[in-house]
């Protein structure tokens, strides 16, 4: 049972820890994208009508094909979030809570809106959005995994893009520390004018990071629906795991490698409710409280502190103006 | 050979800050770029629907205030938007982002809920209406203190802590409506007092939401006098524009915070109290329904006036009505509002560049090279 807990709690980490470390590339160039939720809907939902379209047109589908339009459509649905949020905030240095929100507003609603509608707007004559060959595909595990008993099912037991979630986290981490461009972005999230004066060029540091962060949020939306869901869409099924993935980056204080683990906790703690035996249903609702709490408690001790090493970006939340004393 | 003169790159344009616009112009930016969000709307739904531009609109003004119900509809639900927009106001004036509004909206309405079951048939009306008022305004003002004393005290980043504290709330509204679900373990309230009405907001004049819509109307009126002519309201914009200059002033900056942050939880537990007891009569997850998030944008957009708010939320909502209205009649699925609302916010976002900022392009280089 232990094994089966822990496995279940890393798939359900797995999307939160791509919210989580496209949220920190994107906060660590001092951008706030609260629109995170709503990028990984839009993930979702464009991976899910590229998939859709080429499962129509096809016979039979060829995997390679069906892992990578999913994959493509995914990655040019979050980008053109991640780029309308650093347009109007790095741009047009708008507020950027404000547009975060927006962003949300705007994601939830195009992932529900072409969730409930894709068929109908199509005119197909299928009932209900089920991607059972993509997501089989996606699915894909190693052939040897369910041979190596408990260890292959905690550690070789998942698909493709949950190890690509741990990689990415861990290249993020080592591109912050490692390598010069991390430094730079470090800067511009830190001081953005005193990188300027060193002539690093902020507004390009923050669309790409921006950009790259977006996608990488939306791959935990593709992940949600193609592995977790099996293909299947359902409307505000993703719930609230972007603002999770949110909480997850306070948690983990801004270091992608803190939240691999931190993810599989968090996924731990969503699903503890189910492993803990006589729970009614109404303390089933109060356990699920616990990553919130868990957050905030982390959020005052670090606060408390005032450790350098786990504050937040210092200009985080704010657009940066070359010409503003 | 002389050494070959340094090439001066002049970028091809930049931006300047540009001085305060004359009233009129801002504005007529503003409003141009809400015709042009309009227009966008309008081809987003022709391309998804094929209609013709002006059904849509006439089928969005239809839904909006087709019939004496939908104005009804319309006008109780401008009420609790602007409401919840009045709450968060005082706080963003200060620079404080409150998004935790939709959590304080729940404590609230979860407070009136629970004096509704608990108390509804053994108490006297005269000592329920107190009871529901009190606890719900204690409900939400706690709700969002919490944060600000955090704030104040070690400056716990706000933004991330009140949004926390929505989904806590939740998870509490979710624990008490499994707890007191009629049927036992449905996971629904249902109407709470339905045959005794006990705790229900009076109808007045023969509306069942006049109340709501007065009660908001007197808020309003009230926050506008408050930000501009009390003390308080000063204080709130001098810590907002600068910190230290409020602190050099001697303005306590600390208690402004958490005296802001109680009176912007607490009006959030009013609407919380508007919305179980005035019209809904019971209170599910979604009682909220979003609203604390898009109060933010009601407030931001409307410069953080009051009396601008009554337009700007008008504006949502009536297009969240009518998008719903468009989504029915043609078999889409009613999040299509959802993709207006973020539509319009985000050429009004974009709007506020053009009234603060300039474009200067470069000017030319005849002359300029010798």
Redesign the interface.
């Known amino acids: 049972m232990i094994v089966a807990f822990i496995q279940r709690a890393v798939v359900q980490g797995i999307p939160l820890l791509f919210g989580s470390t496209g949220e920190i590339i994107t906060e660590k160039s001092g951008n ?1 994208n ?1 629109g995170t939720a709503g990028v990984m809907y839009v993930g979702g939902i464009s991976g899910v009508i590229g998939a859709f379209l080429y499962e129509q047109s096809v016979e039979t589908v060829n995997p390679a094909l069906a892992v990578l339009i999913p994959l493509f459509s995914s990655i040019l649905g979050s980008a053109f979030m991640g780029l ?1 949020y650093s347009f ?1 905030t790095v ?5 950027q ?3 975060g ?17 894709l068929i ?2 199509l005119d197909s004559d299928t009932p209900s959005i089920t991607l059972t060959q993509t997501s089989n595909c996606f699915k894909q595990t190693l052939p040897f995994a369910d041979k190596l008993g408990w260890f292959g099912d905690i550690f070789l037991s998942y698909s493709f893009l949950a190890y690509a979630a741990i990689i990415i986290a861990l290249l993020a981490s080592f591109f912050f520390n490692r390598t010069r461009a991390g430094l730079h972005l470090r800067a511009v999230g830190e001081n953005p004018a005193t990188a300027d004066a060193a002539g690093i060029n902020v507004s390009k540091y923050k669309y790409l990071s921006t950009c790259i962060g977006s996608i990488i949020a939306g791959f935990g939306g593709l992940y949600y629906v193609m592995d977790y869901a099996c293909g299947v869409w359902s ?1 505000d099924g993703f719930g ?1 795991r972007g ?1 999770l993935a ?2 997850l980056v ?1 948690f983990a204080v801004w270091k992608p490698n803190f939240s691999i683990l931190g993810s599989i906790l968090f996924g731990g703690l969503f699903i503890i409710h189910n492993y803990i035996p006589n729970l ?4 089933q ?2 356990f ?2 616990t990553p ?2 868990v ?2 408690i982390v ?2 001790i670090i ?2 502190r005032r450790k350098r090493e786990t504050q ?1 970006p210092a200009s ?2 704010l657009s940066y ?1 070359r ?2 004393r | 050979m002389s050494i070959k003169e340094k090439q001066i790159h002049e970028p091809l344009f930049h ?3 540009r001085d305060a616009l004359p009233f009129w112009l801002s504005w007529l930016i503003r409003i141009l770029s809400v015709v042009a969000a309009l227009i966008a709307c309008a081809a987003v739904t022709v391309v ?1 629907t094929g209609e013709n531009p002006i059904n849509v609109y006439a089928t969005m003004i239809d839904g909006a205030i087709g019939t004496e119900r939908r104005i009804w509809s319309l006008f109780q639900n401008i009420a609790m938007l602007l409401c919840v927009s009045l709450a968060v106001t005082p706080a963003f004036k200060m620079k404080f ?1 409150n ?1 935790g509004a939709e959590g304080q909206v729940l404590v609230g309405g979860l407070a009136t809920a629970a004096c509704m079951i608990l108390f509804g048939d053994k108490l006297s009306p005269v000592i329920l209406y107190p009871l529901m008022i009190v606890t719900s305004i204690l409900a939400g003002a706690i709700w969002g203190f919490i944060p600000a004393f ?1 704030k104040a005290k ?4 706000e ?3 009140t ?6 709330a939740i ?2 509204v ?3 409506t ?2 007191w679900s009629v049927p036992k ?1 449905s ?1 629904q309230i249902g109407v709470i007092n339905a045959s005794t009405q006990a705790g229900w907001l009076p109808n007045i004049g023969g509306s069942p939401y006049l109340i709501n819509i007065l009660i908001v109307a007197v808020l309003t009126i009230g926050m506008y006098i408050y930000l501009k002519y009390n003390k308080h309201g000063y204080e709130i914009s001098v810590v907002g524009e600068s910190e230290n200059t409020a602190r050099y002033v001697g303005i306590n900056v600390k208690k402004v915070i958490m005296r802001t942050m109680l009176l912007s939880g607490a009006i959030c537990g009013i609407a919380g109290l508007l919305l179980v007891s005035g019209t809904d009569h019971t209170i599910t997850r979604n009682t909220a329904a ?1 609203r604390g ?2 109060a ?2 009601v407030s ?1 957009l409307a410069k953080f006036n009051p009396i601008y708010m009554v337009l700007t939320s008008f504006l949502i909502v009536f297009l969240q009505k009518g998008a719903i209205e468009i989504s029915t009649i043609y ?3 009613d ?5 207006i ?3 319009i ?2 050429f009004i ?2 709007s ?2 053009f009234v ?2 300039t474009v200067k392009f470069r000017e030319s280089k005849k002359g300029a090279n010798k």
């Open positions: 706030l609260l309308l109007l741009t047009l240095r708008a507020n809570n404000v547009t929100l927006a962003l949300t507003t705007f994601g939830v609603g195009f992932g529900n809106f072409f969730g409930g509608s109908k707007l409307n609230d603002w949110i909480a306070i009614s249903i109404s303390m609702e109060m699920k409280m919130y709490v957050t905030i959020l005052i606060s408390m937040p985080l939340g103006f010409e503003e | 931006i300047a800050k998804l982002w998004i955090f070690w400056n716990t980043n933004t991330l802590f949004l926390m504290m929505n989904y806590i998870q509490i979710s624990f008490f499994y707890k373990g996971g979003g998030f898009t933010i944008m931001w078999g889409l699925n999040s299509f509002s959802e993709i609302t973020g539509i916010i985000f976002i974009g506020e560049f603060n900022y």
